[in-house]
């Protein structure tokens, strides 16, 4: 059983970053770092070692789990609403959720609502949600599309509850790239459609398979031809072929990062290390930015770290840094 304001003082003091919360402060919400307007939002991913503890370390299992008895596979310190303590910590106000993190609770109205509740005494608020295993858009089947239409549809209800302003969806599907293009096309413009009342935009990441190719996905989004359709673009996930290749195959970083930028609705800032200095080891994170506020980008720039040499607590805090000095070199 998760201890929620427990954990997430457990998780924090673990930590070698200096954060303001105590037990107290965890408890009466008057000590907490104070807020400031910045263009940093905060993935829930950051932390989804700590939510999910081991339950992942056998994917095929953990999909298993998550499909038949989903708050199974939460196994880590930290609950997942502790989110909005974490953010508020970091003096982050927008949050970016991950539907695996909370999948059971979809159509839990009372769990949803002390989530908000949450986010209302921390000031904290939910930006995005990222919809994971929610059904392929792209498939060549039109009942299996429908299928994942009607799955995303529940978690659009889901994220319009929670106040979320956009949702992440992944285009993945079968056949060749221009049919997966067409058949992803088609269900892009339903969802965006649906979105529209929800006051909710549908934004696609590249997230491997023909969607790591930059411009396969400026393609979809021209086809796809609606105005509340964009790109959440991840500065990373220009792999080829899915994951775990050896030896790796990539789409050149910059040439996606210039295919994305005119739709590009929300940058996902994954890390992985860091020099002393505090830039990523890997990513030229200034020169991307640069490409992307070239192209008029003003969104939000969401801190996921997902390397495995510092906490996570640490690397999100780095991440933050990095992202808000980026910023402020502009």
């Not at 003096?91 to 979809?106: K, M, P, Q």
């Not at 390397?307 to 502009?330: F, V």
Request: proline share 2%.
């Amino acid at each position: 059983m998760n201890l929620s304001r427990r954990s997430c003082l457990s998780l924090l003091a673990s930590s070698s970053v200096a954060f303001s919360a105590s037990a107290r402060a965890i408890n009466t919400l008057t000590t907490f770092r104070s807020l400031t307007p910045k263009r940093a939002s905060l993935s829930q991913w950051s932390f989804h070692r700590a939510i999910f503890g081991d339950s992942r370390n056998n994917y095929e299992q953990f999909l298993k789990l998550l499909k038949t008895s989903p708050n199974d596979v939460l196994q880590g310190k930290l609950a997942p609403r502790d989110i909005t303590l974490i953010a508020r910590n970091f003096g982050i106000e927008a949050i970016d959720l991950v539907n695996l993190c909370f999948y059971g609770r979809a159509q839990d109205s009372a769990w949803l609502a002390e989530f908000n509740r949450l986010a209302d005494d921390t000031g904290t608020r939910f930006q995005m949600l990222m919809c994971d295993q929610a059904g392929y858009l792209g498939a060549s089947s039109k009942a299996a599309r429908q299928h994942a239409i009607e799955q995303h549809k529940v978690w659009m209800h889901t994220a319009a509850e929670l106040g979320c302003r956009q949702v992440r969806v992944n285009a993945y599907g079968d056949g060749s790239y221009l049919a997966q293009l067409n058949q992803c096309a088609e269900s892009l413009h339903t969802l965006a459609e649906i979105g529209k009342p929800l006051e909710l935009e549908v934004l696609v990441e590249n997230h491997g398979h023909p969607s790591s190719n930059g411009a396969w996905l400026a393609m979809l989004i021209e086809n796809a031809s609606h105005d509340n359709i964009g790109v959440l673009t991840d500065l990373d996930n220009f792999f080829m072929g899915g994951w775990n290749l050896t030896p790796e195959r990539r789409y050149d970083r910059t040439q996606g990062l210039l295919d994305l930028a005119p739709y590009t609705r929300g940058v996902s800032v994954k890390t992985f290390d860091f020099n002393a200095q505090g830039a990523e080891t890997t990513i030229d994170v200034p020169a991307c930015f640069k490409i992307l506020t070239d192209a008029g980008f003003n969104g939000y720039y969401s801190a996921e770290y997902e390397g495995e040499h510092l906490s996570e607590a640490d690397g999100t805090q780095a991440t933050i840094k990095l992202i808000d000095q980026a910023l402020a070199a502009r």
